[in-house]
């Protein structure tokens, strides 16, 4: 209900097992398979994102993450390729970024989430930009997420503010809201775009 | 102790579980399934424990008065364990009413007694009115005392038939806290009523309004005496613990001084096992900086019934035993430190505007954290979440070196639900600070070494699982580190979790945590490998975590087929792997270090934590001798009185206004201390932030220009290779010119050469004609006398002819000698009419041509004729 392109069927893509999650996308053409790392500010919404992009549930008082969880899920694209997520949800609070390498090294995709409400949790996003180029999977697609779109009201980082870092960084940047399910689908069909495609071999 | 509160009335919905935590939709079905075995396990488990517990007492040779009672709460046990039940449900219900009909008058007066003394702290008003709090404070606590007991009497007449007896004894005795808690043994305390009947009183009256609240919960009780021995027992360990670590400490000649000072008076505590050694205790178990897990110490040589107790633990604690059993496990009864939490909390109200950044963002997170703690648990209400605040706070406060990690709320709200606030304080001390210790402090660094220990020991044991995680690129610490950190909580259904946590604390150690996930994956291996792909290894075993409903097989799995992982074994594999963890650490605090700086947020420091820890302890330390040692008695004649201290002292007592600045001069120094130890803080977080700013700026700068200057380099080299080229080339031609320009210049010599030559020649011969032409002028002047001689002669000849004719004589001689002359004449005059007749065909050049050709002496011959001739034509 989440995710209106989504695939009943987790293992639509079925691959072959060769293709190591080591290097984001295996060699299936049609089928893909990415490690989606989810980072960003305590309480910003990351796992609200993924459980509604997953489960299309919205839960405002969701549980504490600690050190991370996982969730997988496949999308089908507008040219029948299908993109499998698997989604590695990380703890938020400042000390688990020691943990943070374990889970996206070797990631094809990074989503870097801030609150829009918040400015602490944008400059938290820049510092894992950051982090990310410097120790990340030199091609590694990274995503700029400001969550909690449904607030405007009390917004305080304004889109621009988005705009301009995503722009400065070469990221795909959108805002979305895990309550309203707004944009929540749009941004990993956006993800599975810009995904490198596996060179055509016969 | 929420736990308690726990009805049917939040049951009744489908989705929780008989702890009130939540089911996820899926299991609803399996849960129920196992609920019946649940409850059979329950009541079994129940019987034998209070097997054990009754010989216990009967060792001990104890004329057990609480003995029937227990019996008579296993009664209840069994009962509860069928939770749905509504027949239970009724019993509960009746027993709370009981509680209520009795306790109102006595907790009205509680309440609003309450509401006077958190009033009174927090605003810290005058003298007569502190010392009045100190009364009630006293009052406060055999009230509870008091209130503890009556209750149950009236609930069940007979069971406290000695306790009553006992009970004005009880009262006496607990002048003091001193020794009230000696007496703790013998107390029989039911605080399980306890916190539900305040509940209901507070939910009843609303003038207890929010004052109240911030206070009202916080409780303590001890725990019934028929676990004393079991606590005794491991208050050995933990005192065990204690002086080995400070005996390493001494050992290692360690640093900081206040400790030293405290050390004897530790040994001597050791020796008296008096009440004294309660402070140095306490002081140590902060002090975890340097601390070792010694969590092997075994007490089973003085407690025979040590194995025994270990299978019971394996086979579960009775839920309504199991909050203090995992008290008596962790050994609060020595860990504890009267009135030390309730200064914490003092301590967190007054420095609120002066705590740290530190201390800020700590509490900024638990606020956040606070609502996503076991969300829609119907016993976590305000109230609760109050209460799970406190102890959060209080720990960050107690142990700034892990302050507040997530992962800790889940620990603490589950205490919470199993026993009173101050209680599952302590106990939340004893885990992070012992077992855990290192695990939640800002690096995690035990928790890494953990998580590389593991992956090492599933690949000694589960070679073909790993081999197939390594396949698909899964890590095992991907999955196992939540695992690990979260203690279990929330990955596997709660009957398991809390199963595993009564072997974790029994065993004070995390061995259970490696056993209990290597039983996970021995259970659930042969359905990983089968799996195609990363997100379906990882998803299948999750799910299938989360669905071990078997508690009994996941446990006894755990504690039986993997002994050989123990403690010692461990610990030599993080002694390995340290190492490495500390390496790639030490190289992030850098890095952080640095952009933390650069955002100016010197709240943020990680590196500088540590040292700010050590700090914490000192100070901390410092405070807690001030102020928090009325029990001892060496130090009660310091200059430091404390409230109870103060208050039990009836000579103190007359000299109101002394005591009155004693306890305001005792709170105005914690407030300096923790002002100073804030700006002590913050200026060292300042002046590494600078420093590290200036450092970055220059650094950032120089090699910024560095590359420039280098760019430049490259540049000018290639520019410089360039020409160079372009010289060689240039060289070349220039060559190639020079030749040329060598060769015509060659040429230019060699033609000037001919040229003089040539110049000379000319020279020589326009000389040779001008001396031709002076001597044809001569010769011409010749010629013309010549001529004229010749005309003149021509003349005299003509003349003689004449004079011939008439003299005869002068014909002879004139004959001959005319005959001569006449051949030499008549040649000229014959060259001369020759020369006539080629005069039109030759021109003046035949001067030069003739003259230049001509030898000398021929050339005079034919000149003579020449000069001759031109006589003779003219």
Not at chain 2, 80 to 104: A, F, I, V
Not at chain 2, 278 to 295: A, I, L, P, V
Request: proline share 3%; charged share 30%; aromatic share 6%.
């Amino acid at each position: 209900m989440g995710c209106a392109t989504s695939l009943p069927d987790r293992n639509s893509g079925a691959l072959s097992g060769l293709s190591n999650s080591e290097n984001a996308v295996p060699a299936d053409a049609k089928n893909l398979r990415v490690k989606l790392v989810l980072l960003g500010d305590s309480g910003v919404g990351k796992s609200c994102i993924v459980l509604r992009f997953v489960r299309g549930q919205f839960d405002a008082t969701s549980k504490v993450t600690v050190g991370a969880s996982f969730l997988s899920q496949t999308i089908a694209l507008q040219d029948s390729t299908t993109v499998k997520f698997e989604i590695w949800d990380t703890a938020g609070q400042e000390r688990y970024s020691a943990l943070a390498p374990l889970y996206y090294r070797g990631a094809g995709v990074a989503v870097i989430v801030y609150d829009i409400t918040s400015p602490e949790s944008f400059k938290k996003a820049q510092y894992w930009v950051k982090e990310l180029q410097k120790h990340g999977s030199p091609d590694i697609v990274m995503a700029l997420v400001g969550n909690k779109a449904d607030l405007h009201e009390k917004r305080e980082v304004p889109t621009e503010d988005g705009i301009g870092l995503a722009e400065k960084n070469g990221m795909f940047f959108i805002e979305t809201s895990a309550k309203t399910a707004d944009n929540i689908n749009q941004l990993f069909e956006e993800i599975g775009k810009r995904l490198p495609r596996p060179a055509p071999s016969s | 102790m929420l736990l308690s509160l726990v009805s049917k009335r939040s049951l009744e919905v489908d989705s929780r579980d008989a702890y009130g935590f939540a089911l996820r939709p899926q299991h609803v079905q399996r849960y129920q399934e196992y609920l019946s075995i649940y409850t059979e396990e329950e009541t079994e488990r129940a019987e034998k424990w209070k097997n054990f517990l009754d010989r216990q007492e009967n060792r001990a040779a104890e004329p057990c008065s609480s003995e029937e009672e227990f019996q008579d709460s296993f009664q209840a046990d069994g009962l509860e364990s069928g939770e749905e039940s509504d027949s239970e449900e009724g019993s509960r219900n009746g027993k709370h009413e009981d509680c209520e009909l009795s306790g109102t008058r006595v907790l009205q007066h509680l309440e609003q007694d309450r509401t006077e003394t958190a009033g009174d702290v927090s605003k810290e008003k005058e003298a007569a009115e502190e010392a009045q709090v100190l009364d009630e404070h006293q009052y406060l606590r055999e009230k509870s005392l008091r209130r503890d007991t009556e209750p149950v009497k009236d609930e069940d007449e007979e069971k406290f038939e000695s306790d009553k007896d006992k009970e004005s004894s009880v009262e006496s005795e607990s002048e003091s806290d001193k020794e009230q808690q000696s007496q703790a043994v013998k107390e029989p305390v039911d605080h399980v009523h306890l916190v539900a009947e305040e509940d209901k009183c507070e939910s009843g009256h609303d003038k207890a309004e929010k004052e109240t609240k911030a206070r009202s919960v916080i409780e303590w009780a001890h725990i019934r005496p028929c676990l004393g021995s079991i606590e005794d027992m491991m208050c050995a360990r933990v005192k065990n613990v204690k002086y080995m670590k400070n005996n390493q400490k001494t050992i290692v000649g360690d640093h900081i001084s206040p400790r030293k000072e405290s050390l004897p008076s530790i040994e001597e505590s050791e020796q008296n096992s008096g009440e004294n050694d309660r402070d140095s205790e306490t002081s140590t178990s902060r002090s975890h900086s340097m601390k070792e897990e010694q969590g092997s110490v075994s007490p089973e040589p003085f407690f025979p019934w040590y194995e025994e107790l270990e299978v019971l633990v394996r086979l579960g604690v009775p839920k309504d035993l199991r909050g203090e059993v995992w008290q008596a496990f962790v050994g609060v009864k020595a860990r504890r430190v009267e009135r030390y939490y309730q200064d914490l909390l003092a301590q967190i109200t007054n420095s609120d505007e002066s705590s740290s950044d530190v201390q800020r963002k700590w509490k900024k997170q638990i606020e956040k954290d606070i609502p996503r703690t076991f969300p829609g648990h119907p016993a976590l209400n305000e109230n609760g979440r109050d209460s799970l605040r406190r102890i959060l706070l209080a720990y960050a406060c107690h142990n700034p070196s892990v302050g507040y990690c997530q992962a800790m709320n889940f620990f603490a709200g589950l205490l919470l639900l199993l026993m009173p606030e101050e209680n599952a304080f302590w106990t939340l001390v004893g885990i992070i600070d012992d077992y855990f210790d290192g695990y939640y402090t800002e690096e995690m660094i035990e928790s890494q070494v953990d998580q590389l220990v593991f992956e090492e020991l599933m690949r000694e044991r589960f070679p073909k699982l790993v081999n197939h995680l390594d396949y698909l690129g899964v890590q095992v610490a991907w999955i196992s580190g939540p695992w690990f950190l979260s203690i279990f909580v929330n990955i596997i259904p709660w009957e398991c979790v809390l199963r595993m946590w009564d072997v974790l604390l029994f065993e004070g150690n995390r061995v259970v945590l490696f056993r209990t996930a290597f039983a996970i994956m021995e259970l659930y291996g042969p359905a990983i490998v089968a799996t195609k792909d990363a997100g379906d290894a990882i998803t299948s075993l999750q799910s299938l975590a989360s669905s071990t409903f078997d508690s009994s097989q996941l446990v006894l799995t755990a504690c039986m087929g993997y002994i050989s992982t123990n403690e010692a074994r461990l610990e030599e594999l993080r002694k390995i792997h340290r190492p490495a963890v500390l390496e790639i650490v030490e190289e992030r605090i850098q890095k952080g270090r640095v952009w933390k700086d650069k955002k100016g947020l010197a709240s943020k420091l990680y590196s500088f934590k540590h040292e700010g820890s050590i700090l914490d302890h000192e100070q901390k330390s410092t405070q807690r001798n001030d102020g928090e040692d009325p029990d001892d008695d060496d130090e009660s004649c310091s200059p430091s009185l404390n409230l109870d201290g103060a208050n039990v002292d009836s000579e103190v007592d007359s000299l109101p206004d002394l005591q009155e600045q004693v306890v305001w001069m005792k709170v105005e120094l914690c407030r300096l201390l923790e002002e100073k130890r804030s700006a002590v803080m913050r200026a060292e977080e300042l002046e590494i932030a600078l420093m590290e700013m200036v450092k970055e700026d220059n650094r950032l700068e120089l090699s910024a220009r560095i590359e420039q200057l280098e760019r430049e380099v490259r540049e000018l080299k290639q520019v410089l290779s360039d020409k160079k080229e372009q010289e060689t080339a240039m060289l070349q031609v220039l060559m190639k010119v020079e030749q040329d320009q060598k060769l015509t210049e060659d040429a230019r010599i060699s033609a000037e050469q001919d040229a003089a030559a040539q110049r000379y020649e000319v020279h020589v011969l326009q000389e040779k004609n001008e001396k031709l032409v002076t001597q044809l002028a001569q010769m011409e002047k010749k010629l013309v006398t010549a001529e004229t001689t010749l005309e003149a002669t021509l003349q005299y000849e003509s003349g003689q002819n004449k004079a011939l004719s008439s003299s005869p004589r002068f014909t002879r001689t004139t004959q001959e000698s005319p005959k001569k002359k006449t051949g030499f004449l008549s040649f000229g005059l014959g060259w001369r009419d020759r020369n006539k007749a080629k005069q039109t065909d030759e021109s003046n050049v035949d001067n030069t041509s003739n003259a230049s050709s001509e030898s000398k002496s021929p050339s005079k011959e034919s000149k003579s004729e020449d000069l001759l001739n031109p006589e003779t034509r003219r």
